[in-house]
């Protein structure tokens, strides 16, 4: 079974702080992928990574980062949370999309409340 | 710019009944995948499908796809109150500079009343 896990389900932080998501997966997967969801707009692609210390910016990168060091972990870093970054955030891996098998797994997500 | 759109946006329905979930896009592509979400949860994959005609079942839930008319169904079969949830159709785009992105529609929640 695919794992995906995510480093905290709720997380409540005050506007101007630096917030760190964490994301591991335990497949080999090459791509990980950042997004956020929000009622009525759907899943987001803030970033994604196809290899260790790639990243592509996705749709909505402002106000982020990510690292990505190590294989199995992808980060998103909000350098100076905001109010308007309140939401829910999903992480997912996947092979490459040429795998006859590729598919993304999402983690379980962060509810992050910014005050 | 791939676009998807999945009808309806909201579906309230009976048990017993059935009903089908749209999800159109705008290029081509020949990869489609449902997936399913429960309240203040992740998403769960349903079904992957891989090329024209390809017709995937699991309960009460069938997925098919046609590519040549770039859209994909979810029928659902005597509806039961389980499969209340927010349901997501994502799809696979042609590659252009090596992007592996997928592009999600915005999702069709399903309530099945008793």
């Known amino acids: 079974d695919v794992k995906v896990t995510q480093s905290s389900r709720y997380l409540v932080k005050r506007t101007g702080e630096k917030v760190f998501l964490e994301c591991v997966q335990d497949?080999?997967?090459?791509?990980m992928f950042w997004y956020r969801q929000d009622p009525g707009l759907g899943l987001r692609l803030i970033y994604f990574?196809?290899?260790?210390?790639?990243?592509e910016k996705g749709d909505i990168p402002e106000g982020y980062s990510v690292s990505r060091e190590k294989k199995e972990r992808f980060s998103l870093i909000l350098e100076s949370a905001s109010t308007n970054q309140t939401s829910m955030y999903l992480c997912?891996?996947?092979?490459?999309?040429?795998?006859?098998?590729?598919?993304?797994?999402f983690g379980p997500g962060t509810r992050l409340t910014v005050t | 710019e791939l676009k998807v759109e999945q009808n309806p946006l909201f579906l309230s329905m009976q048990e017993g009944k059935n009903y089908t979930i749209y999800c159109n896009y705008s290029?081509?592509?020949?990869?489609l995948y449902w997936y399913r979400q429960d309240p203040g949860k992740s998403l769960e994959s349903l079904f992957v499908?891989?090329?024209?005609?390809a017709v995937k079942q699991e309960g009460r839930l069938m997925a098919s796809l046609d590519t040549k008319a770039r859209l994909s169904t979810l029928h659902i079969t005597a509806a039961v109150h389980d499969l209340s949830a927010t349901y997501f159709c994502?799809?696979?785009?042609?590659?252009?500079?090596?992007?592996?992105?997928?592009?999600f529609g915005k999702g069709t929640k399903l309530t099945v009343n008793p």
């Open positions: 497949m080999d997967h090459e791509n």
């Open positions: 990574s196809y290899d260790v210390k790639m990243k």
């Open positions: 499908l891989l090329s024209n005609g």
């Open positions: 994502a799809v696979d785009p042609p590659t252009q500079g090596g992007s592996e992105k997928l592009v």
């Open positions: 997912a891996s996947s092979f490459p999309r040429e795998a006859s098998d590729y598919e993304q797994y």
């Open positions: 290029t081509t592509s020949d990869r």
